[in-house]
């Protein structure tokens, strides 16, 4: 608080351009920041949406292939040629099989649309003969294709389709120059189920992903990634797709756009093929993305720069114009607000009446502001007794009703004499707190309390609850606030041993500097949240202290609860006032270690 008013300006000049800079130039930035931050976030979701529509198209067109390949090889299987072929090459010499297969690979070229993509077909049967639709780049080894191309359980008739997302292309290079092709191998069967063969179909992808990516150089890149996060083709060789990026790729999760920072400073979206386990991914550079705004935030706090300068220039001239007049008031009545109240009067003057007249009225004013003052202190201090008054009678019902409900549970229980014991305890905590005349008690006697209420609560308990004293014996006639320790006991009972009703609590006091420390340890449940006694009225002790404490010594003491490893703590602060036997002699540090069980 002292650091704020010594932030505060005191001239009227610089308060009115801290004022223009609080209450205007700082929110209007800090709006207009937000606002172009908005703009951005609005102008990123829309191109993420159009970004991850577009990729959407990209992977349809790619499973449209797929699709297509699917068909092609449901199609030659259920051609009764090949299937004959394939099933008894033996009826048929090899050139008539070739001019067959190669007819049938011909006619289905020409029967599918796939979008200008080569689709390579490879088939083999199990007699040791191979047919393709292309020229090979190395000659085709029969054994190693068979033991390659099979599809997992196709020997005993379990059909599978199986997926080879990069396949190094086998084609020659004078057809394709493509380093990887998509290739699908499933196996053939007869109208008996019984396999004939093999097919393998591979899509040349990279013509695919040249025409879906192929547009003007505006610097974005698409990539081809792996789960691995390991790039399988990009439309820009010279482009590189972070880790970072590659780290936050999610097949699980609802596609959204990665914005990554540092030197990459793009925007990522990115879709996936559950098929292939790809992902494609579209990057955007963000100076690409907010150019544009950018520049126009440029402009507008250069206009903003400016208009605030003028509005400066023009705020300066017209203060000096106001307060240049109020120094020189100022200066004037510099003997006056430096005096003291009582004693600030004008002398009567002898003279004009209207001077005299002034003086004697402001001398009036001055009397009836000291009698209101000293009035009001009055009243102040009448009603900060009352307040603490009523404060310290509200503990007076708050333990009462427990006690007695107490009592009444004991009498309807069973006829023991231990009622009898609790009447007593009940009446030293009844005698002190009805006795509104002593704010203040002795350590003493505010422990007899304490231990009044605990022999009340472990009657009530089956004595589950032990207790222990700290304190030098120099602190015995130590004054403190009445009902201070005890309400923080029964805090501990019904708030840190709530869910076990047993424990042991810990009372202190010793001397730190200047000041009393009063402790009140448990080992309960501490402040976590956690099960609570139930009660019917609203709890009141903690801030009935503290309120009691501020009205009794203002700032000089505190109140803190502090979390323990095992249980809670509540540390009071207060100055030290010893009584007389204390303050002439006495073995004022002598420890004396008293220690009993509630």
């Given at each position: 608080?002292?650091?704020?008013?010594?932030?505060?300006?005191?001239?009227?000049?610089?308060r009115?351009?801290?004022?223009?800079?609080?209450?205007?130039?700082?929110p209007?930035?800090?709006?207009?920041?937000?606002?172009?931050?908005?703009?951005?976030?609005?102008?990123?979701?829309?191109?993420?949406?159009?970004?991850?529509?577009?990729?959407?198209?990209?992977l349809?067109?790619?499973?449209?292939?797929?699709?297509?390949?699917?068909?092609?090889?449901?199609?030659?299987?259920?051609?009764?040629?090949?299937s004959?072929?394939?099933?008894?090459?033996?009826?048929?010499?090899?050139?008539?099989?070739?001019?067959l297969?190669?007819?049938?690979?011909?006619?289905?070229?020409?029967?599918?649309?796939?979008?200008?993509?080569?689709?390579?077909?490879?088939?083999?049967?199990?007699e040791?003969?191979?047919?393709?639709?292309?020229?090979?780049?190395?000659?085709?080894?029969?054994?190693?294709?068979?033991?390659?191309?099979?599809?997992?359980?196709?020997?005993?008739?379990?059909?599978?389709y199986?997926?080879?997302s990069?396949?190094?292309?086998?084609?020659?290079?004078?057809?394709?120059?493509?380093?990887?092709?998509?290739?699908?191998?499933?196996?053939?069967?007869?109208?008996?189920l019984?396999?004939?063969?093999?097919?393998?179909?591979?899509?040349?992808?990279?013509?695919?992903?040249?025409?879906?990516?192929?547009?003007?150089?505006?610097?974005?890149?698409?990539?081809?990634?792996?789960?691995?996060?390991q790039v399988?083709?990009?439309?820009?060789?010279?482009?590189s797709?972070?880790?970072?990026?590659?780290?936050?790729?999610?097949?699980?999760?609802?596609?959204?756009?990665?914005?990554?920072?540092?030197?990459?400073?793009?925007?990522?979206?990115?879709?996936?093929?559950?098929?292939?386990q790809?992902?494609v991914?579209?990057?955007?550079p963000?100076?690409?993305?907010?150019?544009?705004v950018?520049?126009?935030?440029?402009k507008?706090?250069?206009?903003?720069?400016?208009l605030?300068?003028?509005?400066?220039?023009?705020?300066?001239?017209?203060?000096?114009?106001?307060?240049?007049?109020?120094?020189?008031?100022?200066?004037?009545?510099?003997?006056?607000?430096?005096?003291?109240?009582?004693?600030?009067?004008?002398?009567?003057?002898?003279?004009?009446?209207?001077?005299?007249?002034?003086?004697?009225?402001?001398?009036?004013?001055?009397?009836?502001?000291?009698?209101?003052?000293?009035?009001?202190?009055?009243?102040?201090?009448?009603?900060?007794?009352?307040?603490?008054?009523?404060?310290?009678?509200?503990?007076?019902?708050?333990?009462?009703?427990?006690?007695?409900?107490?009592?009444?549970?004991?009498?309807?229980?069973?006829?023991?004499?231990?009622?009898?014991?609790?009447?007593?305890?009940?009446?030293?905590?009844?005698?002190?707190?009805?006795?509104?005349?002593?704010?203040?008690?002795?350590?003493?006697?505010?422990?007899?309390?304490?231990?009044?209420?605990?022999?009340?609560?472990?009657?009530?308990?089956?004595?589950k609850?032990?207790?222990?004293?700290?304190?030098e014996?120099?602190?015995?006639?130590?004054?403190?606030?009445?009902?201070?320790?005890?309400?923080?006991?029964?805090?501990?009972?019904?708030?840190?041993?709530?869910?076990?009703?047993?424990?042991?609590?810990?009372?202190?006091?010793?001397r730190?500097?200047?000041?009393?420390?009063?402790e009140?340890?448990?080992?309960g449940?501490?402040?976590?949240?956690?099960?609570k006694?139930?009660?019917?009225r609203?709890?009141?002790?903690?801030?009935?202290?503290?309120?009691?404490?501020?009205l009794?010594?203002?700032?000089?003491?505190?109140?803190?609860?502090?979390?323990?490893e095992?249980?809670?703590?509540?540390?009071?602060?207060?100055?030290?006032?010893?009584?007389?036997?204390?303050?002439?002699?006495?073995?004022?540090h002598?420890?004396?270690?008293?220690?009993?069980?509630?």
């Open positions: 608080m002292h650091l704020l008013r010594k932030l505060v300006p005191r001239q009227l000049k610089t009115l351009f801290a004022a223009f800079g609080v209450m205007f130039l700082l209007y930035t800090i709006m207009t920041v937000y606002n172009f931050q908005e703009i951005e976030k609005l102008m990123r979701d829309r191109i993420s949406e159009q970004d991850r529509e577009s990729l959407a198209t990209m349809q067109s790619l499973e449209s292939m797929m699709g297509i390949a699917v068909k092609t090889a449901t199609l030659l299987e259920q051609d009764p040629v090949v004959g072929i394939l099933a008894s090459p033996g009826q048929y010499d090899a050139l008539e099989r070739k001019r297969i190669e007819s049938k690979f011909q006619s289905i070229s020409n029967s599918f649309f796939l979008s200008g993509t080569q689709v390579y077909y490879t088939l083999i049967d199990f040791g003969h191979v047919y393709t639709s292309f020229l090979p780049e190395d000659q085709l080894d029969y054994g190693r294709l068979l033991e390659t191309l099979a599809p997992r359980g196709s020997a005993a008739g379990d059909r599978k199986t997926w080879k990069s396949d190094s292309n086998y084609v020659s290079r004078d057809i394709s120059r493509s380093p990887y092709v998509i290739t699908l191998n499933t196996a053939f069967q007869d109208e008996d019984k396999p004939v063969g093999i097919a393998r179909i591979s899509i040349d992808y990279m013509q695919w992903f040249r025409a879906e990516t192929a547009g003007p150089d505006d610097g974005q890149n698409y990539f081809i990634v792996d789960r691995a996060g399988i083709q990009q439309s820009n060789p010279g482009a797709f972070p880790a970072e990026a590659a780290a936050l790729l999610d097949d699980t999760a609802e596609p959204g756009p990665l914005l990554i920072r540092g030197r990459s400073e793009s925007m990522y979206n990115y879709g996936y093929l559950s098929e292939l790809w992902y991914v579209k990057e955007v963000l100076d690409r993305l907010y150019g544009e950018d520049r126009q935030r440029g507008y706090f250069m206009t903003l720069l400016l605030s300068a003028a509005f400066m220039g023009m705020t300066y001239w017209i203060t000096t114009a106001i307060t240049s007049p109020l120094k020189k008031l100022q200066k004037k009545m510099e003997n006056i607000s430096d005096a003291d109240l009582g004693r600030t009067v004008l002398p009567d003057r002898r003279g004009a009446e209207e001077i005299a007249a002034l003086s004697r009225s402001f001398n009036r004013m001055m009397a009836d502001m000291n009698k209101l003052i000293g009035r009001l202190r009055l009243e102040e201090r009448q009603r900060q007794a009352v307040r603490f008054q009523v404060l310290l009678s509200q503990m007076d019902p708050h333990f009462l009703l427990n006690t007695l409900n107490t009592i009444k549970c004991i009498a309807l229980s069973k006829d023991d004499e231990e009622t009898h014991d609790i009447c007593v305890s009940l009446g030293k905590l009844l005698e002190v707190s009805l006795d509104l005349e002593v704010d203040m008690i002795f350590l003493k006697d505010e422990i007899e309390l304490v231990q009044a209420y605990i022999f009340i609560q472990n009657i009530r308990y089956g004595h609850f032990a207790i222990e004293y700290e304190f014996d120099a602190f015995r006639y130590a004054l403190v606030p009445k009902a201070t320790l005890q309400p923080l006991v029964e805090n501990a009972i019904y708030h840190g041993f709530a869910a076990r009703r047993e424990g042991l609590i810990k009372v202190r006091a010793y730190r500097s200047e000041c009393l420390m009063l009140v340890e448990d080992n449940s501490g402040l976590a949240p956690g099960p006694a139930y009660r019917k609203k709890g009141i002790g903690i801030q009935n202290i503290r309120e009691r404490l501020e009794l010594f203002g700032r000089q003491a505190s109140l803190e609860l502090l979390g323990m095992q249980g809670a703590m509540a540390r009071i602060t207060i100055p030290l006032l010893l009584s007389t036997p204390y303050a002439e002699g006495g073995n004022e002598g420890m004396v270690g008293d220690r009993r069980g509630g």
